[in-house]
């Protein structure tokens, strides 16, 4: 991803709904991305399910679901 979040924060007040819905869409997959990095982050500093769960506010068992297989 290249474009700033400002940017993409910018482009998802357009006027233009095509414009407006890329941005979405955009800030969609670097939420996915975020959230990878810092389950893993959390993962490999012995953090448990319930705990980033809990930062989350998900259950655990949707956070192990959702992250566990692909470690």
Not at 21 to 29: C, D, E, K, S, Y
Not at 30 to 46: F, I, K, N, P, T
Not at 52 to 71: D, N, Y
Request: aromatic fraction near 2%.
């Amino acid at each position: 991803m290249t474009e700033s979040t400002d940017t993409l924060l910018a482009r998802g007040a357009d006027t233009d709904p095509r414009v407006g819905l890329r941005a979405v869409a955009a800030l969609a997959r670097l939420q996915v991305r975020l959230e990878q990095l810092q389950v893993d982050r959390a993962r490999s500093l012995g953090w448990s399910w319930a705990e980033i769960a809990a930062e989350l506010g998900v259950s655990k068992q949707a956070v192990h679901k959702k992250h566990a297989r692909r470690g």
